[in-house]
């Protein structure tokens, strides 16, 4: 009834190739816009955002970029963890040695610094493929945390061996260190999400998303009709792993606001991104928003209720919560292997059939 | 001899028993692989869940005791008796057997013909639960594996090397042990596949899964009997590692140890886990031996990921994985 196509006439090519074709979708879209800048940071408190909107946001951006690359190029990763670190460390050094720029342009440049990294690593994908590939990526993880730990320079000579993200503004308004409001922290979050997110939405649509797509589907046969390996996953590693270098110099400077690279950044991270990817969708945007949202509720939520309302030790607690996850994700797969987009997707299909089913 | 070159040969030696160890866990993965073309994350944790299951049992732990003293607040934590250690390794594996059933019926039935990394995360989902279940069942502390098997440093070894280098080496004896137990098993898995009915019907179903079920063989009964032969090859690894460095959480991280053995040696061969493990001990104990030093040490964590990623880049397909053919 409200989600159909008809009677939503394009007179124009700029309108037929727009992001969001049909109307319904379209006011959908504004209106979470209009909720999210307009009708959260009002009511936001420190417990929120620091629970859940915070690392809801910086997880999404996280979770686009490795789609990307798992759901969109077909290139598995593991080594998502030690590209956020990257992106957590370049942050930091460029913070603490140019404290006059703005904390924005550095966030944007970390992302920049962890694709030039990442191509480094998606090179061998040119010869490894499939799970090679997948245990390949670890390489970095380990090398990554490993080489943030043992060389000094990278923490500034710290005693701790940690990184703490030093007082920064945007406009006047702190986004790192100590004083930070939550408002200013979500804001921040926000903004960088809407800004990746629109990039991936039309990125994955156009010329570049499609040899993505060609090469997962098949790579050899991609190569046939034209389409450059080489390029085109050095581009799908690039731009994913611009997108994680964000969220990784999120999540140290907004987020946790000191970080030691073992515990932040480890193996539990890459794997948690990569469960948020395909419990989301593999190949889909609005996959990775459910997937985050999905597996940062979930844990809150247990622990509200074992703890709070069970009244079970915290370490019973913890084991429970690792046994419900775990059954969960196993649960999900068999349910719906391609994850809470396509739930959406059959949703939209009924409701455009709704109420006169077929 | 020059003491370095001395020194380099005990490391070598040690490195060779470390890649025994390796390939101990890495035969668990290559196993179900072949078998069903799952990559089984959860091997480590099996490995782990073994071990602790064997303690447990060892030590007439009341299972769930944590569990049901927090719902009813009472104090559980031992029957009060021992079981001798062969009986609970019997129990053991019986127990790994049930849960091959388990995880069959329960999960792998309902991902026929799934795309491989779904299957992938299946196993890791299966990881996280039976880790947290481990731990719920047997409690969370650190545990004293201890089945009789010989401690410490072999004087063997030591005396028959100083003979004839006029140096000692020092080689564990649970090395030593767990070599032979390697050897032992790999020998047994042989025979078995390539002699009994059940190991042909294994390796058709290895071969080609259709032809397999066109020929009547219960693809099924082949996943039970798979997985259940990798919970006992985990239940031998578990009582190695358990022994050497006792039952804890980190037990459950050696699966990570054995992916680079695994890529080295190829998915799909058993004699590539055994010297992919051998390569990687080596290797790794020789880099730290030889570089470590000069920049920083603890390389061991990402020198094999490294080592077996260089090896690919020439290699795609390990070193004996069945070559890779493609097809468009």
């Known amino acids: ?358 | 001899m020059p003491d370095q070159l001395l020194f380099a040969m005990e490391v070598t030696l040690n490195g060779l028993m470390a890649g025994v160890m390796y390939a101990l866990v890495a035969l668990g993965f290559v196993l179900i692989y072949k078998a069903s073309g799952i990559f089984n994350y959860a091997q480590g944790v099996l490995a782990l869940f073994a071990a602790l299951t064997l303690v447990g049992i060892q030590q007439g732990q009341v299972p769930f005791a944590h569990l049901i003293n927090a719902v009813t607040g009472g104090h559980l934590t031992h029957f009060g008796w021992t079981v001798p250690s062969v009986l609970a390794i019997i129990l053991t594996a019986a127990v790994m057997v049930g849960l091959a059933i388990v995880i069959e019926k329960l999960v792998l039935k309902h991902l026929v013909n799934q795309a491989p990394i779904i299957l992938f995360m299946a196993t890791i989902g299966m990881a996280y639960f039976l880790e947290g279940f481990g731990d719920v069942m047997w409690g969370a502390d650190i545990k004293k594996l201890d089945v009789g098997l010989p401690q410490g440093i072999s004087e063997t070894v030591e005396g028959l090397t100083d003979s004839i280098f006029g140096y000692g080496f020092f080689i564990d004896n649970l090395d030593i042990v767990a070599t032979v137990v390697a050897i032992l098993l790999v020998t047994a898995l042989t025979l078995f596949s390539q002699y009994s009915k059940q190991g042909r019907a294994l390796r058709a179903v290895a071969d080609d899964h259709q032809a397999a079920l066109s020929v009547g063989i219960s693809l099924r009964f082949i996943w039970i009997l798979v997985w259940s032969i990798a919970g006992f090859v985990a239940l031998v690894a578990g009582i190695m590692w358990g022994s050497k460095s006792g039952v804890q959480f980190s037990l459950s991280l050696i699966a990570l140890k054995a992916l680079p053995v695994l890529m080295l040696g190829g998915f799909t061969s058993i004699p590539g886990a055994i010297v992919g493990g051998l390569i990687i001990g080596v290797g790794e104990k020789l880099f730290e031996f030889l570089a470590g030093p000069l920049i920083g040490g603890a390389t061991e964590n990402w020198f094999a990921y490294v080592l077996a990623l260089i090896f690919l880049v020439f290699r795609p397909q390990g070193l004996f994985g069945e070559k890779i053919i493609e097809r468009v």
Request: proline share 4%.
């Open chain 1, 1 to 358: 009834m409200f989600y159909r196509e008809a009677g939503d006439f394009k007179t124009t090519y700029r309108e037929d190739s727009q992001t969001f074709p049909i109307k319904f979708d379209r006011l959908r879209f504004y209106a979470v816009l209009a909720v999210a800048y307009g009708v959260i940071p009002l009511f936001i408190n420190d417990y929120w955002a620091n629970a859940v909107f915070v690392p809801f946001l910086i997880y999404a951006i996280a979770a686009i970029g490795l789609n990307v690359l798992v759901g969109y190029a077909g290139q598995v990763s593991l080594g998502t963890g030690g590209f956020m670190a990257v992106g957590a460390y370049a942050c930091y050094k460029l913070m603490t040695a140019f404290p006059e720029v703005s904390i924005f342009i550095h966030v944007l440049l970390a992302g920049g610094v962890t694709a030039v990294v990442g191509v480094l690593f998606g090179l061998p994908s040119l010869r490894i493929k499939g799970f090679y590939l997948a245990v390949a990526t670890l390489a970095a993880q380990f090398f990554l945390v490993w080489l943030f730990n043992k060389v000094p320079w990278f923490y500034n000579y710290s005693a701790s061996g940690q990184i703490n993200a030093p007082d920064r503004t945007i406009f006047g308004v702190f986004v790192t260190g100590a004083q930070t409001s939550a408002m200013a922290k979500y804001m921040f979050c926000l903004v960088m999400l809407t800004i990746v997110a629109v990039l991936a939405r039309n990125l994955t649509r156009g010329t570049v998303g499609r040899k993505w797509m060609a090469i997962r589907d098949m790579d050899i046969a991609a190569e046939i009709i034209g389409v450059n390996p080489l390029t085109t996953k050095m581009t799908a590693f690039m731009v994913s792993s611009f997108f994680i270098g964000i969220a990784g110099a999120l999540f140290f400077s907004v987020y946790l606001g000191a970080a030691e690279v073992g515990e932040a950044f480890g193996i539990q991270k890459s794997f948690l991104i990569l469960f948020m990817v395909i419990i989301g969708g593999l190949g889909s945007i609005f996959g990775s928003f459910a997937g985050a949202a999905f597996l940062v509720l979930l844990p809150v939520l247990l622990k509200n209720l074992l703890v709070g309302a069970l009244n079970w030790p915290t370490d019973l607690a913890a084991h429970i919560e690792l046994m419900i996850v775990g059954a969960l994700i196993v649960i999900f797969l068999i349910a719906e292997p391609h994850g809470l987009a396509q739930l959406w997707r059959v949703a939209k299909e009924k409701l455009r059939l709704w109420p006169f089913p077929h």
